[in-house]
């Protein structure tokens, strides 16, 4: 059965909740057992009889704990804010760069590449990390500044359906907005740990204190009892971790498969875990803090250890996939890459799009997405085997200069440019002028070089070309970016106007890039009323209005239809004239959105699809436009297969992506 990318969102969301409760309690049960401490403390400290109830030693545990606790978490948290990239590096993991020669990190490169063009998402960082057990997790606040790692032995050990099952699960936690819970649980964990520190540097300044040896005692006896109740805290805390992760392991699992249809690929990965010596465990001793994240259970144990373990049974996930599996495993041998393993079998491959069919519009292409607004939705956050297929003809129809340029950091910040270059010659010599300018004599003639290319490149192309470079632009320094970022917008402004595909592009750079180099403040879902956001979304639907129609007589019914799906029925809103829809307006209103709940984003993708296929057409602009929308509100859509139309116009027959 499929998963609904808004449902699982929506999960996550009440996931999140469940956390703050479980929080919320852990800390209320560390107080008390702080407070009883201290009472126990105080009894011992005097000859007098003291009571139980001592509300000041309460007013001193609460405010105590909760400033240890909460502080800790919050650390962590920021700590991490940098996203998937710094629990990587956390864990040792060192990055693959696009030019690896080695074959292995070849093939993983390949399907982390394909899988995030399929999915509708920029290609992820890629990291290795040198475990020789089975493993892998993805990492990060949101699809923009996600990292996939995997161990040595995913490397050794696995085929390449394998591997890809095992990424085609990853790629489920990072379309179900699993990633930012896993790293808010990796900060109630340290949180509640804090109060183990804490003890332990209690007793060591009472080891060191000069006072009298009853207060040297009592001091001590404080310390060992709070370095105690941190790991009594520590143990809840694990049990919360295994409560909240273990069910989204299994979905995770059924995601692979229907974004593969081949459970023999994950299932394959799974009995290998079993059969190996290593297993899935890490050696590495941050693990314990991100032990949830994992494809699978980082550590090994029965009993106890059982009970603490963030994922299901080995088995039993094996039996989900594999009923009829008799449980006994297999010897695990590392595998060969040869031609077939690196590139993936090509028989049920579609061809290149430059061979691809020219279909005459879409009312004659058999794909009910293009007809019924409301499968735009569904298909948000969903991969299939097709789409994985078409992804990679793809990447395989892009010209060799340019996905060689793509995977160097210094040509890809050239192909940018290129990208933004204008076909009129004019245009194209002011920008050339003004990057020279700009830019060093390397960076100028890069971008020379890749300027044929680029401008060949079917437009349809342009945007994929940028998902591919994004783990290269991501290699940066700081000052390297802020450089690019202001050479970007001089090449969009030289004509005193922004271009759909230049605000679109844009949109990509900034919302991808910007959260790895610049301080980011996280949005969260507070608009969870259609009716207050509706003149936002008739500001996003104006645009896409008049985007798609020349005249108002065709534009407005566009509008209309858009309200009517996001309202569902009559509304008061009117097509404003063209002029007076500006893409300032535009982004505005984008970023009210974005803090829209997840069933609220449903229907103004919904909205959106409905105002676009209005005319029963979807030129490639309008489809650059739709990306810019489901970009910002964080909602992946699949790939654009593309046709003409009547009279050389060009339109798509499935929704290109966020």
Same mark, same amino acid.
């Given at each position: 059965?499929?998963?609904?990318?808004?449902?699982?969102?929506?999960?996550?969301?009440?996931?999140?909740?469940?956390?703050?409760?479980?929080?919320?309690?852990?800390?209320?049960?560390?107080?008390?057992?702080?407070?009883?401490?201290?009472?126990?403390?105080?009894?011992?400290?005097?000859?007098?009889?003291?009571?139980?109830?001592?509300?000041?030693?309460?007013?001193?545990?609460?405010?105590?704990?909760?400033?240890?606790?909460?502080?800790?978490?919050?650390?962590?948290?920021?700590?991490?804010?940098?996203?998937?990239?710094?629990?990587?590096?956390?864990?040792?993991?060192?990055?693959?760069?696009?030019?690896?020669?080695?074959?292995?990190?070849?093939?993983?490169?390949?399907?982390?590449?394909?899988?995030?063009?399929?999915?509708?998402?920029?290609?992820?960082?890629?990291?290795?990390?040198?475990?020789?057990?089975?493993?892998?997790?993805?990492?990060?606040?949101?699809?923009?500044?996600?990292?996939?790692?995997?161990?040595?032995?995913?490397?050794?050990?696995?085929?390449?359906?394998?591997?890809?099952?095992?990424?085609?699960?990853?790629?489920? %936690?990072? $379309?179900?907005?699993?990633?930012?819970?896993?790293?808010?649980?990796?900060?109630?964990?340290?949180?509640?740990?804090?109060?183990?520190?804490?003890?332990?540097?209690?007793?060591?300044?009472?080891?060191?204190?000069?006072?009298?040896?009853?207060?040297?005692?009592?001091?001590?006896?404080?310390?060992?009892?709070?370095?105690?109740?941190?790991?009594?805290?520590?143990?809840?805390?694990?049990?919360?971790?295994?409560?909240?992760?273990?069910?989204?392991?299994?979905?995770?699992?059924?995601?692979?498969?229907?974004?593969?249809?081949?459970?023999?690929?994950?299932?394959?990965?799974?009995?290998?875990?079993?059969?190996?010596?290593?297993?899935?465990?890490?050696?590495?001793?941050?693990?314990?803090?991100?032990?949830?994240?994992?494809?699978?259970?980082?550590?090994?144990?029965?009993?106890?250890?059982?009970?603490?373990?963030?994922?299901?049974?080995?088995?039993?996930?094996?039996?989900?996939?594999?009923?009829?599996?008799?449980?006994?495993?297999?010897?695990?041998?590392?595998?060969?890459?040869?031609?077939?393993?690196?590139?993936?079998?090509?028989?049920?491959?579609?061809?290149?799009?430059?061979?691809?069919?020219?279909?005459?519009?879409?009312?004659?292409?058999?794909?009910?997405?293009?007809?019924?607004?409301?499968?735009?939705?569904?298909?948000?956050?969903?991969?299939?085997?097709?789409?994985?297929?078409?992804?990679?003809? $793809?990447?395989?129809?892009?010209?060799?200069?340019?996905?060689?340029?793509?995977?160097?950091?210094?040509?890809?910040?050239?192909?940018?440019?290129?990208?933004?270059?204008?076909?009129?010659?004019?245009?194209?010599?002011?920008?050339?002028?003004?990057?020279?300018?700009?830019?060093?004599?390397?960076?100028?003639?890069?971008?020379?070089?890749?300027?044929?290319?680029?401008?060949?490149?079917?437009?349809?192309?342009?945007?994929?070309?940028?998902?591919?470079?994004?783990?290269?632009?991501?290699?940066?320094?700081?000052?390297?970016?802020?450089?690019?970022?202001?050479?970007?917008?001089?090449?969009?402004?030289?004509?005193?106007?922004?271009?759909?595909?230049?605000?679109?592009?844009?949109?990509?750079?900034?919302?991808?890039?910007?959260?790895?180099?610049?301080?980011?403040?996280?949005?969260?879902?507070?608009?969870?009323?259609?009716?207050?956001?509706? %003149?936002?979304?008739?500001?996003?639907?104006? $645009?896409?209005?008049?985007?798609?129609?020349?005249?108002?007589?065709?534009?407005?019914?566009?509008?209309?239809?858009?309200?009517?799906?996001?309202?569902?029925?009559? %509304?008061?809103?009117?097509?404003?004239?063209?002029?007076?829809?500006?893409?300032?307006?535009?982004?505005?209103?984008?970023?009210?959105?974005?803090?829209?709940?997840?069933?609220?984003?449903?229907?103004?993708?919904?909205?959106?699809?409905?105002?676009?296929?209005?005319?029963?057409?979807?030129?490639?602009?309008?489809?650059?436009?739709?990306?810019?929308?489901?970009?910002?509100?964080?909602?992946?859509?699949?790939?654009?297969?593309?046709?003409?139309?009547?009279?050389?116009?060009?339109?798509?027959?499935?929704?290109?992506?966020?």
């Amino acid at each position: 059965m499929a998963t609904n990318f808004f449902q699982q969102q929506d999960s996550a969301r009440r996931k999140t909740l469940q956390l703050v409760v479980y929080f919320v309690l852990a800390i209320l049960i560390l107080i008390a057992l702080v407070y009883g401490l201290l009472v126990a403390v105080s009894l011992d400290s005097g000859p007098e009889p003291v009571s139980w109830w001592q509300p000041e030693l309460l007013l001193l545990a609460a405010p105590g704990v909760g400033l240890v606790v909460g502080a800790a978490s919050v650390f962590k948290v920021a700590q991490l804010s940098s996203g998937g990239q710094a629990v990587a590096l956390m864990l040792g993991g060192v990055e693959v760069p696009g030019t690896t020669t080695d074959a292995r990190e070849k093939r993983l490169l390949n399907v982390v590449e394909e899988m995030a063009l399929a999915a509708g998402v920029p290609v992820p960082p890629v990291y290795v990390l040198a475990e020789p057990g089975i493993n892998a997790f993805a990492a990060g606040y949101a699809p923009g500044d996600a990292v996939v790692a995997v161990s040595q032995g995913c490397l050794n050990y696995l085929t390449r359906d394998e591997l890809q099952g095992v990424v085609a699960h990853e790629f489920s %936690h990072i $379309l179900n907005g699993d990633m930012r819970l896993n790293i808010r649980l990796i900060g109630l964990i340290f949180g509640i740990m804090a109060l183990s520190i804490m003890g332990r540097m209690l007793m060591f300044t009472s080891g060191r204190s000069s006072g009298r040896n009853d207060s040297r005692g009592g001091l001590m006896l404080l310390g060992l009892g709070v370095f105690v109740l941190g790991l009594v805290g520590a143990f809840f805390g694990r049990l919360i971790m295994a409560a909240v992760s273990r069910q989204r392991e299994y979905l995770a699992d059924a995601s692979a498969v229907q974004f593969t249809r081949n459970p023999d690929g994950i299932g394959g990965a799974l009995k290998k875990i079993g059969g190996l010596a290593e297993g899935s465990r890490i050696a590495n001793p941050q693990a314990a803090e991100v032990g949830h994240m994992f494809f699978a259970n980082a550590f090994a144990g029965g009993g106890l250890a059982g009970l603490l373990a963030t994922h299901p049974p080995l088995v039993e996930r094996i039996r989900r996939l594999d009923p009829q599996f008799d449980g006994q495993f297999l010897e695990v041998r590392p595998v060969s890459v040869d031609r077939e393993e690196l590139e993936g079998a090509r028989r049920s491959r579609v061809p290149p799009f430059a061979g691809m069919p020219r279909l005459p519009g879409l009312p004659q292409v058999p794909l009910p997405i293009l007809r019924f607004a409301d499968e735009a939705a569904s298909r948000v956050g969903q991969v299939d085997p097709e789409e994985i297929s078409r992804a990679n003809a $793809l990447r395989d129809g892009m010209p060799d200069v340019l996905r060689v340029a793509a995977q160097e950091p210094f040509s890809a910040r050239a192909l940018v440019y290129a990208l933004l270059l204008d076909r009129r010659a004019d245009l194209r010599d002011l920008q050339l002028t003004r990057l020279k300018a700009g830019t060093g004599p390397h960076d100028f003639a890069e971008t020379l070089r890749l300027l044929a290319p680029v401008q060949a490149l079917p437009d349809t192309h342009r945007l994929p070309l940028l998902d591919l470079a994004m783990p290269a632009l991501r290699q940066m320094s700081p000052g390297q970016h802020r450089s690019f970022r202001a050479e970007v917008e001089r090449l969009m402004i030289a004509d005193q106007r922004l271009s759909l595909f230049e605000y679109t592009l844009r949109c990509v750079l900034h919302r991808h890039l910007d959260s790895q180099f610049l301080p980011q403040r996280k949005t969260r879902p507070v608009h969870n009323s259609p009716e207050k956001l509706a %003149h936002p979304v008739a500001a996003v639907l104006a $645009l896409l209005a008049w985007e798609g129609q020349s005249e108002r007589d065709q534009a407005a019914p566009a509008f209309d239809t858009g309200m009517r799906s996001y309202i569902g029925g009559d %509304h008061t809103h009117r097509l404003p004239p063209r002029e007076e829809c500006s893409l300032a307006e535009f982004d505005a209103a984008l970023q009210t959105l974005n803090q829209s709940v997840p069933a609220i984003k449903r229907r103004i993708v919904v909205a959106c699809a409905a105002c676009i296929l209005a005319n029963q057409q979807v030129t490639v602009r309008e489809a650059e436009l739709l990306r810019a929308i489901c970009d910002t509100l964080d909602c992946p859509l699949p790939p654009l297969v593309v046709g003409e139309a009547g009279g050389g116009s060009t339109t798509v027959q499935a929704f290109r992506r966020s």
